[in-house]
Structure formats: structure tokens, C-alpha cells
RNA sequence: GCGUUGUUGGUGAAGUGGUUAACACAUCGGAUUGUGGUUCCGACACGCGUGGGUUCGAUCCCCACACAGCGCCCCA
């Protein structure tokens, strides 16, 4: 039998209901923001995500869907979303209009992994951007939204770690300093930070295996090697934060995966169940550099993203359900098959004065056709005989109360707009 | 990319080298041709992830592959 890609699923019931009104909710949350929604490709020309994301990363080194158009085009899935915005930013010269732009996204994104639980390589992520503003304001005000969206959905134990990275001067004379600290000692890490030191050498930093190892209490700190923009710009947005009230906890050992970050990057866990490690649901920071690496004016950038597959299982995992409850206000159906045409024209007309109506389109007994009223949760119940056709009348049953009422066709939206009172809605 | 565990119907699952693969829920139909959520009866895997092999015979043993889960790496 024919399967799905692997790391791939369908999205139905309750799972699509999920991603439905998590959308709904993100949406207005983001109309408070006063931010504008974007959709930018699924796939972007392969150059973008080395320039924008950056080569060594292991997002890009690896993880890519990378492929060949009919064209002979270097395409690839995009395997997150700030740097086709980025493109669109430069492209659209969206940078002349207001400063700051605030950006969202919420779509698939692609990257080639090993999948697990919450896990998966087409996965979707809700995305914030903002370009244009360099204040301090603007990181915290951004970390303030991941909190926001998570105490809205009722998790606990909502934490913010962050760190600064510097500028881009300081970011490189860092990591050339860390090399020179590292390098006698490289026989004495772990594999995997053998690796890192050609890669990605501040990941050295997080590493578990060594993190009790003596070489690593004396490596160089970032600290060192801020220059005062840098130092003020981190104090500044931990200022914000204490105003705003969030809590949060400085690690310099946060470094990011992906390479365009400057000053502030942050994570933000949550407590769930059973996540352990998985425990960070949100991620992001500031990319002063990136806009303009991508060939635009220079233009300061930050963002954060959420991947919503590990989002929604923590939902889960925490008991909360954010699926509005759309009750079947009406169900229909017809005595005999003579009365299934009249049924047709009633609940369409039920339909267009905004009901939500479902029926019985098989021809069923009475018995079953209660059944599935019950199985709806059916606020109503619709029965059309003969006897009903002939006096323009409608044999209507509350499904709560269970009594029955004798309607004149002409009175039935009156009656059940009474009836269904405020729930209802057009 | 590495290590490890698993894969029986719509769902939860039991099971054995050998005639019809338990049981429960769900679904559909009937008892009950204008009034129900109870009860009773009936239907429901041409098959035990896929492909090979061992065997007189495999869902059960062996191998490969696929997929899923867990851990690592990495990330959201």
C-alpha cells in the first residue's frame, strides 16, 4: 500500500480543528500588534538559505530538501521562514514603509531529520518578524509576545533563557578567541565537539558531554568581548523585561542554530509532562546583519519562531483543549422518501439565515435518525411527514427538553433565532 | 547520520508452527414501517507492515526493507 513520506502526516478531526482555531486565536492576538500577515513561497532559490541562514549550519549542511526544476533551477524547500520574509523585504523594497514593519507567518516548513514525537521533516511553524527598529524595546517587546500567546493557551511554568550574542564584530572576535582557547585542548572534548570547533565552535559551550570539564570553566566569555553598544543594547531589553514583568534567566551558553544572530537570542520552555529536553517550544532573536547579507540596505531584524507540531502536543500533554465547541443546531430529516425534497429546500433556506444545520440524506428509519441526532448533539429536530407538507407546518423537537412543537414554515427562523437565544450567531 | 524498541481490523487489543485469528468499543442493519439514547439479534481482518527464506505447513522462526517510537546529534 501507498504511504505517506516519512516525517510526513495528515491533519484531520481534532488535529485540524487544532491548527483551525490555534490560526484564529494567532490571528487576532496579532491584530493587538498592530502586525501584518505574510505568505512567501514554499520553496526559494537554494542560494537564499546558504546566504541567509548560514553554510556551516546544521539546517543547511543537512538538513535541506534540496532539488533541480525543470529549468535546471537550484530550488529548496524552505527550511524556516525568516529568510524568504528577508527576500520579500529586499524584493518588495518593503523596507521604505513603516519602520518598524511587523511581519507573521504560519505555514510548512521542511527540513530532512530523523522524526520523533512533535517531530516531523514537513512541519508547520508561526513565525514574527520585525524590521527596522533597533531598540531594545523591540527584542523585548517580541520575547513578550512568545509569553503572551503561551499564558493565553493556559501552559505552565512559562520560562524565558536568554543571551546576547554582540554585534558582529564582537561575535567574530569571540569565536576567533574561542578557536585559540580550544585548540590545544581539542583531544581532550568529545567527538561531537571536534566538530563543532570546525563548525560552529560557541556550540562548544553547550555541550552536555563536557560541561563538567575543567577546560570548559576557563574558556573565554562572551561577556569579554561586548563592546558598550552591545553591553547597553542587553541591559537595555533585561530592563524592558523587568517592566513588563517577565521572568527570565540569563544562559551564555544559548548560541542558536542558525548563524544570522547578533545581540539577543532567546528560548522560551515551558513545564510539560514527559518533554524533558523537548521542553523548548519557541525560539528567536536579533539579526542586525542578515538583511543586508541578502543583498538589501542595512536594516536591523527580530523574530522569533514556534513550531506548532511540539506546541499543540504539549497542549495535549497538558489537557488543554482550545477547539471551540460548534454545536449542530438543527437536524433534519423526512418521514418517508416523498418529503426529501422539501427537506432539500428547507435546510438550505435553515442554511442561508445562518444556522448550522446538518440532515438525513440516506432516507434512515426514525430510530437511526435520532440516533445521529444525539450522536451531533443536535440542539434541534426537525421532522417532515406528510401530514406536516400538506398544513405548511414543521414538527420541531427540542433535543434537551424534548418537547415538540407545531411550527408554520413562515415562523421557524423566528422560532429557533428565540430559541437558540444568544449561542447563536450569524 | 548513529544506537535501540516496536509494527495484528475503524479503535483498544488477545493469540498459536497446523482446520472458522479471541474479546471489547465503534460502525451498519434488524426486533421497533411517525419518535430515540436501554436490551436482544445479526454483519464486520480474503488477513496479522512489505518482500524474501526455513518448513509438509508461518501471523507466530530467520534475513532484508519500509514505517513508527525512544535516546543521541540538531532544532521548533
Redesign the pocket.
Known amino acids: 500500500?501507498l504511504?505517506?513520506?516519512?516525517?510526513?502526516?495528515d491533519r484531520f478531526g481534532k488535529d485540524a480543528d487544532t491548527m483551525l482555531y490555534f490560526r484564529k486565536l494567532v490571528e487576532a492576538l496579532m491584530d493587538k500588534y498592530n502586525a501584518k500577515y505574510f505568505e512567501t513561497p514554499l520553496f526559494e532559490s537554494s542560494e537564499l538559505f546558504h546566504r541567509g541562514v548560514g553554510e556551516t549550519?546544521?539546517?543547511v549542511s543537512?538538513?535541506t530538501y534540496d532539488f533541480k526544476d525543470r529549468g535546471d533551477r537550484n530550488l529548496t524547500l524552505r527550511p524556516?521562514g525568516t529568510a524568504g520574509i528577508v527576500r520579500s523585504l529586499i524584493e518588495n523594497k518593503l523596507y521604505v514603509e513603516a519602520k518598524p514593519l511587523k511581519a507573521w507567518y504560519l505555514g510548512p516548513m521542511f527540513?530532512y531529520?530523523?522524526?520523533?514525537?512533535?517531530?516531523?521533516r514537513e512541519?508547520y511553524?508561526f513565525g514574527y518578524e520585525v524590521f527596522g527598529c533597533d531598540s531594545p524595546m523591540m527584542d523585548a517587546e517580541v520575547i513578550s509576545i512568545v509569553i503572551n500567546l503561551f499564558k493565553l493557551l493556559g501552559l505552565k511554568g512559562v520560562k524565558v533563557n536568554i543571551n546576547t550574542l554582540g554585534d558582529k564584530r564582537s561575535r567574530e572576535d569571540y569565536r576567533t578567541a574561542l578557536l585559540d582557547y580550544f585548540k590545544p585542548h581539542l583531544n581532550e572534548l568529545c567527538d561531537?565537539c571536534k566538530k563543532?570547533y570546525e563548525k560552529n565552535p560557541l556550540?562548544i559551550l553547550?555541550?552536555?558531554?563536557d560541561s563538567n570539564n575543567p577546560i570548559m570553566k576557563n574558556a573565554p566569555k562572551m561577556v569579554d568581548y561586548l563592546n558598550d553598544y552591545s553591553k547597553l543594547h542587553f541591559q537595555k531589553v533585561m530592563e524592558y523585561l523587568d517592566a513588563m514583568k517577565i521572568e527570565y534567566t540569563v544562559n551564555h551558553n544559548i548560541?542558536?542554530?542558525?548563524d544570522y544572530y547578533t545581540h539577543t537570542v532567546f528560548?522560551v520552555e515551558a513545564d510539560i509532562k514527559g518533554f524533558?529536553?523537548?521542553n523548548?517550544?519557541?525560539?528567536?532573536g536579533r539579526y542586525n546583519n542578515l538583511v543586508e547579507n541578502i543583498g538589501g540596505p542595512s536594516t536591523p531584524g527580530v523574530g522569533f519562531?514556534?513550531?506548532l507540531?511540539?506546541?499543540f502536543l504539549a497542549l495535549q500533554a497538558e489537557n488543554i483543549d482550545i477547539c471551540e465547541n460548534k454545536p449542530v443546531e438543527v437536524y433534519a430529516f423526512a418521514?418517508?422518501e416523498n418529503e426529501q425534497v422539501y427537506i432539500a429546500s428547507l435546510v438550505n433556506s435553515l442554511r442561508l439565515n445562518g444556522f448550522n444545520v446538518d440532515m438525513d440524506y440516506?432516507n434512515?428509519?426514525?430510530?437511526?435518525n435520532?440516533?445521529?441526532?444525539?450522536?451531533l448533539d443536535a440542539k434541534f429536530?426537525i421532522?417532515v411527514?406528510?401530514?406536516?407538507v400538506e398544513s405548511n407546518t414543521l414538527?420541531v423537537?427540542d433535543?434537551q427538553t424534548?418537547e415538540?412543537y407545531k411550527i408554520k414554515i413562515d415562523d421557524i427562523v423566528e422560532f429557533l433565532d428565540e430559541k437558540l437565544g444568544d449561542n447563536h450567531e450569524n
Do not use: H, W
Not at 553547550?206 to 558531554?209: G, I, P, Q, T
Not at 435520532?370 to 450522536?375: H, I, L, M, Q, S
Not at 411527514?385 to 406536516?388: A, L, N, R, V
Open positions: 500500500m504511504q505517506k513520506p516519512k516525517g510526513t502526516y549550519t546544521d539546517i543537512k538538513e524556516e527540513r531529520e530523523r522524526p520523533q514525537a512533535g517531530r516531523f512541519f511553524q561531537d563543532r556550540r553547550d555541550c552536555k558531554v548560541v542558536r542554530g542558525l528560548e524533558g529536553s523537548q523548548v517550544l519557541a525560539g528567536g519562531a514556534i513550531g507540531e511540539r506546541l418521514a418517508s440516506n434512515r428509519n426514525f430510530k437511526s435520532f440516533k445521529r441526532a444525539d450522536k429536530i421532522i411527514g406528510s401530514s406536516e414538527t423537537k433535543n424534548k415538540e
